[in-house]
């Protein structure tokens, strides 16, 4: 079956550094996004990997590993309009996504 | 640009009820998607169209249907909704879908309520 993993929650400091994981298992792969949704509010894409390694964007990077399954988002230098939740899903044979329940994160000053 | 709206933002409905919820995107993207999200669980793809004139079935097809008359709209409708449909409702799109990377654009959601 087809499934994505990330932590349900986290908390960080402001001005520090989170990283937040995902695993993926899909049927195929085409690439793993990460999107970024307020409460309440869309879904917002940050970033889409497709080969080996780290994609920087400014205060946001994304890191994927084919062979392990694995990505990872990293935010730095976290500010208080951070918190929210953010979303790992990979694109599967078909060219559809297949998305992780969302991870959110939680800023504290 | 006004990118994706949909209507309404939210609604309560009885049971057994039918409704249409609208999505309309001015982006002149070829693909377009119906997504829901409850809490607890990532987002589903209900029904998507690669371009106007087709359609296919996602992960949770059952008890929705879509249409595609044209480039713009992809209307979600409830034939008989049950208290198990209610969930916040997202349309999306991207500027090609059925083979191809794009990133989605989403709407700002349908809040539905079924009693």
């Known amino acids: 079956g087809q499934n994505i993993d990330q932590p349900t929650e986290m908390t960080a400091t402001e001005g520090a550094i989170v990283q937040i994981n995902c695993t993926y298992q899909?049927?195929?792969?085409?690439?793993l996004f990460w999107y970024q949704q307020h409460a309440g509010e869309a879904p917002t894409f940050l970033s889409y990997?497709?080969l080996d390694g780290l994609e920087e964007k400014g205060r946001f990077s994304s890191f994927l590993s084919r062979s392990k399954g694995y990505s990872y988002l990293l935010l730095k230098e976290l500010q208080m309009k951070d918190s929210a939740s953010y979303l790992c899903?990979?694109?599967?044979?078909?060219?559809?996504?297949?998305w992780g329940a969302g991870t959110k994160l939680i800023i504290k000053p | 640009t006004a990118g994706i709206t949909q209507a309404p933002t939210s609604q309560i409905l009885a049971a057994g009820r039918s409704m249409t919820l609208r999505c309309t995107q001015d982006?002149?993207?070829?693909?377009m998607y119906w997504y829901r999200q409850d809490l607890g669980l990532g987002l589903r793809l209900i029904h998507y169209?690669?371009?106007?004139?087709?359609?296919g079935k996602g992960e949770v097809p059952d008890g929705y249907s879509v249409s595609r008359a044209n480039t713009d709209d992809f209307p979600l409708t409830l034939a008989s909704a049950v208290p198990s449909q209610t969930s916040v409702y997202f349309c999306?799109?991207?500027?090609?879908?059925?083979?191809?990377?794009?990133?989605?654009?989403f709407g700002p959601g349908t809040r539905l309520t079924v009693l």
């Open positions: 982006m002149r993207h070829n693909a």
């Open positions: 999306a799109s991207s500027d090609t879908g059925g083979g191809t990377y794009n990133e989605q654009f």
């Open positions: 899909t049927s195929g792969f085409n690439g």
């Open positions: 899903a990979g694109l599967d044979s078909n060219y559809q996504l297949i």
């Open positions: 990997n497709v």
């Open positions: 169209s690669n371009t106007a004139g087709t359609t």
